[in-house]
Every structure is written in C-alpha cells, then in structure tokens.
C-alpha cells in the first residue's frame, strides 16, 4: 500500500473525486453505449465467429492448408470490418474518445496545479532560508 493510500483525507477526495466523473454527462453517455455494445447479441455472434475463423486460421496454418487458410483470414477480415462499421461499435469508440479526452483534461488539470503548488512552496521556502528569522546575519 502506498503512503498516499493510508492518507484518509486524500481517498475521501479521490472518492468525491471518482463520484464527480461518474456522474458527468460524457461518462454516463459512454458507460450507456459501453453497456449497449456488451449486451448486443449480434455484436457477441460476430465477436464468437472471429474467434472461430481466428482458430480454424492457425489450424489450416498448422496443418499446411494454405488455400483454407487464405480463406479463413479473407473471412477474418470480412468478419472485422462488419464488427468496427456496426453503429453501436462506432457509438463506441466515439464515446470513448469523448470520455478519454476528459480525463486527459482532468488529469492535466491536476498535474498542472499540484506542480504549480510545489514550485511556490519551493519559491517560499527559498526565500525563508534567505532570510532567516532566528536573528543570524548572512
């Protein structure tokens, strides 16, 4: 467990934090289409005939078919495209890249502050051991 982790005060903000984003329009649109995608029988039929063709394709391979195994790919490929062009599919990978985008911006966001707060500390701290308070000339 890292020390961050046993700090109550920054997992209560990583909670709200957490909280915050799940209820954001962008991410509740993407866990929407995300649940649609997972749940369409057609989408599982083409995903399972892909993994059919992708065995029968190492088989032929295996057994040194080469027209069966040119054929096999040729249908792995069909099966493909037909999977990315499906609109939920294409829903999405928009969706994702929405959500993605945010928390990118989130993330930054967050970097950007919490370094800048480190380099004013260090500008104060600097400048307290300039100028000592204990009474000493420099």
């Keep these: 467990m890292s020390p961050l ?7 209560h903000e990583l909670e709200v934090l957490l909280d915050l984003l799940a209820e954001h329009p962008i991410i509740k649109e993407f866990k929407q289409v995300q649940k649609k995608a997972r749940q369409n029988e057609h989408l599982k039929e083409i995903e399972e005939a892909i993994k ?23 249908r792995i490929n069909e099966l493909n495209q037909e999977y990315a062009e499906h609109p939920l599919v294409i829903a999405y990978r928009e969706k994702l890249i929405e959500a993605n985008d945010l928390l990118h911006y989130v993330t930054t966001s967050l970097q950007r502050q919490v370094n800048q707060a480190i380099e004013e500390e260090e500008t104060n701290a600097s400048k307290n051991e300039a100028y000592p308070n204990d009474g000493t000339i420099l």
Excluded: C, L, S
């Excluded at 982790?5 to 997992?11: D, L, R, S």
């Excluded at 391979?61 to 790919?73: F, L, M, N, T, V």
């Design 52 to 74: 059919r063709a992708q065995k029968d394709a190492v088989q032929y391979a295996h057994y040194g078919k080469p027209e069966a195994e040119r054929q096999a790919i040729i």
């Design 5 to 11: 982790e046993q700090e109550p005060q920054i997992q």
